[in-house]
């Protein structure tokens, strides 16, 4: 396994919007591609995943852009990367007339993402043929609401995608972290993750 921590432009440190983040993970799987070989990488088993850890919400999701968002905007990559998602962001604008994010957070979101949140929502772009994707999720998050990880994975599988929903009671935004409740739920969602790249032929037990 080759693994590369991409570094994009956050709010915090570079005064930039979320379409910027975007625009940042996008080119990050461009470059991975164009580098394949001297890297020893196949291209046809990329993965990749996002981890909210430091960066102010909602720009954490930069990362899973790559996977979601639709091509026209932000950049051109429409390369097939298979995915893993750890409480993210996955809903930013409304759902069939659903509020699936709180009302203080949605007055803010047309500033912080630089455009229409819909363009930069996960959920308003599935589509059939997208990569088979995990997510693990606090069913007590009060940062990213469990309800909108259920939301995006219906319309996953509705698309005719593999999209499997991990969630984990009682357990709020970062429930993962290592050095948390003993390790028990970092162990868990990596077995977990494990075996979903496992399923796709990606490793060996």
């Known amino acids: 396994m080759v693994a590369i921590s991409a570094d994009y432009r ?12 975007v625009a940042d993970a996008k080119s990050a799987i461009r470059w991975i ?3 394949c070989q001297s890297l020893g990488i196949d291209p046809q088993r990329i993965v990749a995943g996002e981890v909210p850890l430091a960066v102010t919400w909602p720009l954490a999701p930069g990362r ?12 051109q990559c429409r390369s097939k990367c298979d995915g893993r998602l750890f409480n993210p962001a996955l809903v930013l604008a409304p759902v069939n ?3 699936a994010i709180t009302s203080d957070k949605q007055d803010e979101l047309q500033q912080r993402m630089g ?21 693990f999720h606090g069913k007590a998050d009060t940062t990213v ?4 990880a259920e939301l995006f994975t219906d ?14 009671e009682g357990k709020p935004h970062g429930f993962f972290n290592f050095g948390r409740d003993n390790n028990e739920a970092y162990q868990s969602t990596l077995a977990e993750l494990d075996r979903f790249l496992e399923s796709l032929g990606y490793l060996e037990r």
Do not use: W
Request: charged content about 25%; some cysteine.
């Open 97 to 99: 007339d659903q509020q």
């Open 10 to 21: 956050v709010a915090t440190r570079h005064g930039v919007v979320a379409k910027d983040c």
């Open 64 to 75: 899973l852009m790559v996977l979601m968002t639709d091509g026209r905007y932000f950049g």
């Open 33 to 35: 591609r164009a580098n």
């Open 155 to 168: 319309r996953m599988k509705k698309a005719g995608n593999r999209c499997e929903l991990i969630g984990y």
């Open 115 to 135: 455009v229409d949140p819909q363009k930069l929502s996960p959920a308003h772009h599935v589509r059939s043929g997208q990569p088979p994707t995990i997510i």
């Open 145 to 148: 609401r469990y309800r909108t």
